[in-house]
């Protein structure tokens, strides 16, 4: 008997999910495809050749979690939790099919959403952090287009510079406050667990992300608790870290004791 390899279920007990638009269904904004579009079960090395140059219009998700992460073997139970299923249903190849999000590496993934979707911030994401950002920006692009507003969202997507002012005294305050200094000899350093890897998470990772939520938090960390020569700032007064800021980007010092990265 066939099964779906995106679904991992056989054929005959297949129901497609319908799509966040119920006009546009899966197509994402293309006339020439539908629900019923063909789910690959391989990737050849031509097909991924033409995942770096796709558009948004290739994009396809589905409205609720019904994707896999990963490939499954074919008598593997269809997963029910959530962190194994994602709204990213895969990307349209047009002649071929949809390449299933299970078929998509973790690096492939990140490569076109940098490179192709113009997405920052995923150079050091997760695969389902990344799938999941697809699937929340494919919203707004099948907003702006059935509004007619599509180029909005293209001119949007295309730009991507991010200018934004570290405050020195307050990045300080953070790290060897209460809830951060502790994690850096217990999370830090820490070794990355195989299921880590294979979802491609980075050394230091989930430290960064809980420390950009400390430093974005305006009830904390405003007095100057060190003294740092040279930086003359008010710990109070911050720019928070803009969603997708990776905290290894480089940084210059500027006026004001600022760090721009």
């Given at each position: 008997?066939?099964?779906?390899?995106?679904?991992?279920?056989?054929?005959?007990?297949?129901?497609?999910?319908?799509?966040?638009?119920?006009?546009?269904?899966?197509?994402?904004?293309s006339d020439e495809v539908n629900e019923g579009d063909k789910i690959l079960d391989k990737v050849t090395p031509e097909l991924l050749k033409q995942l770096k140059s796709i558009s948004w219009a290739q994009v396809r998700t589905t409205a609720g979690f019904?994707?896999?992460?990963?490939?499954?073997?074919?008598?593997?139970?269809?997963?029910?939790?959530?962190?194994?299923?994602?709204?990213?249903r895969g990307i349209f190849i047009p002649g071929s099919g949809i390449i299933p999000t299970s078929l998509i590496s973790v690096d492939n993934l990140r490569e076109l959403a940098l490179k192709c979707l113009k997405m920052n911030g995923m150079a050091s994401k997760n695969k389902r952090t990344i799938c999941e950002a697809i699937a929340e920006r494919m919203i707004e692009y099948l907003e702006k287009k059935a509004a007619g507003r599509e180029h909005e969202f293209m001119n949007d997507a295309a730009n991507p510079n991010i200018r934004f002012y570290l405050n020195i005294k307050r990045f300080i305050n953070v790290l060897m406050g209460g809830v951060m200094k502790p994690l850096i000899t217990q999370e830090l350093f820490s070794r990355l667990k195989k299921d880590d890897l294979d979802d491609g998470l980075k050394t230091c990772q989930v430290f960064c992300e809980k420390f950009i939520a400390q430093y974005n938090d305006s009830s904390k960390y405003g007095s100057d608790l060190y003294s740092v020569a040279g930086f003359d700032q008010d710990a109070s007064k911050f720019t928070p870290i803009p969603d997708g800021m990776e905290l290894g980007s480089r940084c210059q010092k500027d006026q004001g004791g600022e760090c721009r990265l």
């Open positions: 008997e066939e099964y779906c390899e995106s679904h991992n279920l056989p054929y005959r007990q297949l129901e497609i999910p319908r799509a966040i638009s119920a006009d546009d269904s899966h197509a994402g904004g019904t994707n896999l992460l990963k490939k499954q073997g074919k008598k593997a139970a269809f997963p029910t939790e959530k962190n194994q299923l994602t709204r990213f």
